[in-house]
């Protein structure tokens, strides 16, 4: 079992930036993978950003560029620095893992930016 707390989210404006925060219970060489996920209202939960073990990076159109996924393994800890953010970016945002075959998510942050 693997417990994710996320953190950093909050208000700011247009072109603003912000970073999450997502602090694991266990090692995160643990997982194979960890990423960011993003829920807006009435809309699906979305990928934002992915990261192995290995430090491969994936992202979704909207965030490339824009946003930048990284870890820090002696902090147990993975962040999401987004830049230059959008109202479309407004969403409550999720840390994923897979670990012991199932998905594994933190409570959510939420991200508000206005116009």
């Known amino acids: 079992q693997v417990q994710l707390v996320e953190s950093g989210g909050g208000l700011v404006q247009t072109g603003g930036s912000l970073r999450l925060s997502c602090a694991a219970s266990r090692s995160i060489r643990s997982f194979t993978k960890m990423g960011w996920f993003r829920q807006a209202p009435s809309k699906q939960r979305e990928l934002v950003a992915l990261?192995?073990?290995?430090?491969?990076?994936n992202y979704a159109d909207s965030a490339k560029g824009r946003f930048t996924i990284s870890s820090d393994n002696a902090k147990n800890t993975v962040y999401l620095q987004m830049n230059s953010l959008k109202p479309d970016d407004t969403a409550v945002y999720y840390c994923?893992?897979?670990?012991?075959?199932?998905?594994?998510w933190g409570q959510g942050t939420q991200v508000t930016v206005s116009s």
């Open positions: 990261i192995t073990t290995g430090g491969t990076t």
């Open positions: 994923w893992c897979y670990y012991t075959a199932k998905n594994n």
